[in-house]
């Protein structure tokens, strides 16, 4: 037997207390996890009660549908669909629809990146109240005259002229015939949706304050969510969620316990492992963040990552807010300025990521046409990697023949289109041929730039096909970080973990006891004298622990008798567990037993019979019977011999009258040596 009895975790055993002795009954029904998760709802600013099929915060991914996650920002709550960030509105459980509006036209019309919105069609689909606003963007001067809704934008530094309309401009054609042309001479066009109630009042004379304001009031999302089996799930008393292995409905089930208290085997013996067998330094009362900073993300190959990285069971103040990482299909995954990309390795002394674009994963005919983006002060490229330009909607008429601009075929969203690549970062470099491929490739709808690696960039060179750029877009690139890299050197050199403090946004390094500003530095005494210093800690916390400890073996003591005396019911069983343990000679033939293994001391025998007797007493089916904390740490304290025998419990709790107990109490035997 160890000779520290009882640990000194004190949360986990004001836990059991609550489990063991003041709970009903109720609280100690063996409900499956996943019911429970999926019984609480998401709550954020004036957005409350949100359930199935919606996840996030306490509502686990299993109880919602994949992509339907939302996040509490600021106490707004938004949802990301398709790489675009959305504020949600509202929820109407009856109708099945939310009420969303793009994050990225908030303040104005010209947001960093210029992205149609998209839907998932198998989930989502827009309401009969939809309409749609078509913004024109990098337009060039002058403009025909019916177009009046102006704006200017400037966008990563780049100024421009755009113009929105509220109608189809199909519909113009006969009387406006330039109104249709104009448009195709526009860099980028984006549809925005918003409520057709808040579009209307736009139409007779529209205006970039009336527009901003329906587009705030967001549009209509109706969900399809295999609704008919949540119905019946909820009918039968279930909880509706989402089988990410199956990729099905599932309905966590509740599975009631109506025992008086849980006897599952494992969970008796590992209170019993926990309380009599394990040794006190196992509940070491390290800082929390510290031993969570201690984790290390797992994904697929890739393993051990830590800071300044973050997700899953590392907390997001274990590293930067900007470098969450997720696991998807047993492949890492970061997103970054709303692109996710695949992590392909991480190396910690050079401080570089490796990562490749995930919507270029098959093909370069991305639903999005996006940047590449990087954070300046966090993530910027490595010295090995370099730009592939990629051109999409280009005409067909004119079409260049130089091996240096290899053409391929796209269908983005339905629509047909021709593209471009070159690995030229200066198109004068191609000699005579240059200004006819510059002023043809600047009539293509859009251009990106994506990086590769060096080796990659020279294949594509000298193999300039559409299959030779796929491959290295997937070799990804090398992206290097800088988090405060000094900092956390001389964190992790003080025994601490790096971390990230969200308030003050700044490194924090943690450390066993408290988090410090930069180091766990240890006082010359502290350093000198561990042993002295936790001996003195021991006796200024003993009166505490003593409590604690009892507690702890009320609570084992209380599953112990109460299942021994349940399951032994006939006369004199009660008597055999008193006379086993203090070899009381009974009537009924009961003899000199003894349950102690040879070479246990007498201080241990002595604490283990005050275990028995006390957590006998704390079991009584009536409440006036059972004695109060204090007066626990009070027997605990005192002698053996100072303790009465408790009267048997019985489980239909009896009616007695304080005079019947007084009487009963006061002629149990002492207990004798």
């Not at 519909?171 to 042309?181: E, K, N, R």
């Not at 990659?456 to 299959?467: E, G, N, R, V």
């Not at 209380?558 to 009660?574: C, K, P, Q, V």
Request: proline share 6%; charged share 15%; hydrophobic share 30%.
């Amino acid at each position: 037997m160890q000779r520290h009895l009882f640990p000194t975790n004190s949360w986990f055993i004001i836990f059991l207390i609550i489990i063991f002795v003041h709970a009903p009954s109720s609280a100690s029904a063996d409900d499956d996890e996943r019911y429970l998760s999926c019984m609480k709802s998401f709550d954020c600013g004036n957005i409350k009660g949100v359930g199935y099929p919606l996840s996030g915060s306490d509502r686990p991914d299993y109880c919602g549908y994949p992509g339907f996650e939302l996040g509490c920002s600021n106490q707004d709550p938004e949802i990301t669909i398709m790489q675009l960030s959305y504020k949600l509105l509202g929820i109407n459980n009856q109708s099945r629809t939310l009420n969303v509006s793009r994050t990225d036209y908030t303040e104005n019309l010209c947001p960093t990146l210029l992205s149609n919105t998209s839907l998932n069609p198998n989930l989502l689909s827009s309401t009969s109240d939809h309409a749609e606003v078509t913004l024109y963007y990098g337009c060039p001067s002058p403009s025909p005259a019916g177009f009046s809704a102006q704006f200017t934008c400037n966008i990563n530094d780049t100024g421009m002229m755009g113009y929105f309309t509220t109608v189809n401009l199909s519909v113009l054609s006969m009387s406006a015939p330039s109104l249709i042309s104009y448009p195709t001479a526009c860099n980028n066009s984006v549809k925005v949706p918003a409520h057709l109630s808040a579009i209307m009042p736009n139409l007779p004379d529209p205006n970039v304050a009336q527009l901003l304001e329906a587009i705030s009031q967001g549009f209509e999302l109706e969900w399809s969510a295999n609704d008919s089996l949540c119905d019946t799930c909820k009918s039968s008393g279930g909880q509706c969620g989402y089988n990410q292995t199956t990729t099905s409905h599932f309905s966590p089930s509740l599975e009631m316990q109506h025992h008086l208290f849980p006897t599952m085997s494992w969970f008796i013996i590992f209170l019993i492992k926990t309380f009599v067998h394990a040794p006190s330094s196992a509940f070491a009362n390290d800082d929390e963040r510290y031993v969570n900073c201690s984790n290390s993300f797992d994904c697929g190959d890739i393993k051990g990552v830590g800071y300044p990285f973050w997700g899953s069971n590392r907390p997001d103040y274990c590293g930067y807010p900007e470098l969450k990482l997720d696991c998807s299909d047993q492949d890492l995954e970061i997103t970054i300025e709303k692109l996710t990309y695949k992590v392909l390795g991480i190396d910690n002394q050079t401080r570089t990521l490796s990562v490749a674009r995930t919507d270029y994963a098959e093909n370069i005919c991305p639903t999005l046409i996006l940047n590449t983006t990087w954070i300046p002060n966090l993530l910027n490229y490595t010295s090995d990697d370099q730009n592939i330009t990629i051109y999409y909607g280009c005409p067909t008429q004119g079409a260049p023949t130089s091996t240096a601009l290899p053409q391929f075929p796209c269908n983005i969203n339905a629509t047909e289109m021709t593209g471009y690549f070159t690995a030229f970062a200066n198109l004068s470099d191609l000699g005579s041929s240059a200004s006819n491929l510059t002023s043809y490739l600047a009539s293509c709808k859009d251009s990106i730039k994506v990086p590769v690696r060096e080796s990659a960039f020279q294949q594509i060179l000298s193999t300039p096909t559409a299959a030779q750029l796929l491959g290295g877009l997937n070799q990804g690139f090398g992206l290097k970080w800088k988090a405060s890299n000094n900092f956390c050197d001389t964190c992790q050199s003080s025994g601490g973990k790096c971390g990230y403090n969200q308030t003050t946004t700044a490194f924090t390094c943690y450390c066993k006891d408290q988090p410090q500003q930069f180091s766990c530095q240890q006082s010359p005494t502290d350093a000198q004298s561990p042993t002295n210093d936790q001996s003195s800690r021991s006796t200024r916390s003993r009166r505490l622990w003593i409590a604690l400890g009892t507690s702890a073996a009320v609570a084992v003591m209380m599953t112990f008798s109460i299942i021994t005396i349940y399951l032994t019911r006939r006369e004199g069983s009660f008597g055999a567990v008193i006379a086993m343990t203090f070899r009381l000679k009974k009537s009924q033939h009961v003899g000199e037993i003894s349950t102690f293994h040879e070479g246990t001391m007498e201080e241990e025998k002595e604490i283990v019979k005050k275990m028995i007797l006390v957590g006998l007493w704390c079991i009584q089916t009536m409440p006036s019977h059972r004695p109060s904390m204090t007066k626990v740490v009070e027997m605990f304290e005192g002698s053996l011999q100072s303790l009465q025998i408790p009267p048997r419990p019985s489980l239909s709790s009896p009616r007695r009258s304080a005079q019947d107990h007084s009487s009963t109490v006061s002629s149990l035997p002492r207990v004798s040596s």
